[in-house]
């Protein structure tokens, strides 16, 4: 295989075919970051960074997974490097633990019932509501803050736990909750509005 500068790069793992991956997966791995980014440049330039370090890892490759599951683990945490440079908004913690009291009953922990989640309606299994369905939720979803949108779709798209999302995203358990929880309502409310 040769780089721009026409120097041949040596076969160092014959458990990888770098010169089959565009063809391969990046289609693939352009559906997955897009549909954690919400950005097609992003989507594009993290597919190519994430090709471009395989290329200089691939030495590390050992064969234990597919490479298909080594390049969209390697872009996963491309996405997350994103993520982390995005959530330079924090929530300031004073004012999460009080939305948090303000959400939540102090004494049981329940939702206070002005903040109680209503039904909404969407449960039709109908494949045409659903299509529309997830074309207004990721319309909806592009108008979220950067950091929600993070927060979210690590948390329901890729089911990372709350606290490896914490410690990636340097987010607070508390921070976390008011985020997932604002999110949920503003998506529901941009869903509403827009879907219903």
């Known amino acids: 295989m040769q780089l721009e500068n026409n120097k041949e790069?040596?076969?160092?793992?014959?458990?990888v075919e770098p010169q089959q991956w565009v063809h391969k997966y990046a289609d693939y791995l352009y559906t997955f970051a897009f549909n954690r980014t919400n950005d097609e440049e992003l989507s594009r330039d993290l597919v190519q960074e994430t090709f471009l370090a395989a290329l200089q890892g691939m030495n590390k490759f050992e064969g234990r997974s597919t490479e298909s599951t080594w390049l969209t683990a390697i872009l996963k945490n491309k996405i997350i490097d994103v993520y982390r440079r995005k959530s330079s908004?924090?929530?300031n913690r004073k004012d999460a633990e009080f939305e948090q009291h303000n959400f939540f009953d102090q004494e049981d922990g329940h939702w206070n019932d002005a903040y109680r989640p209503q039904l909404f309606g969407i449960e039709h299994e109908d494949p045409v509501l659903n299509k529309?369905?997830?074309?207004?939720?990721?319309?909806?979803?592009q108008k979220l803050p950067s950091l929600w949108l993070s927060v979210f779709t690590m948390k329901h798209m890729d089911d990372e736990s709350t606290k490896t999302i914490c410690s990636e995203l340097n987010v607070t358990p508390a921070n976390f909750w008011v985020i997932i929880h604002r999110t949920k309502v503003n998506l529901r409310a941009c869903l509403q509005k827009n879907w219903m």
């Open 89 to 91: 908004g924090l929530i």
């Open 132 to 141: 529309e369905f997830i074309h207004f939720l990721q319309m909806c979803m």
């Open 9 to 15: 790069i040596p076969a160092v793992n014959n458990l």
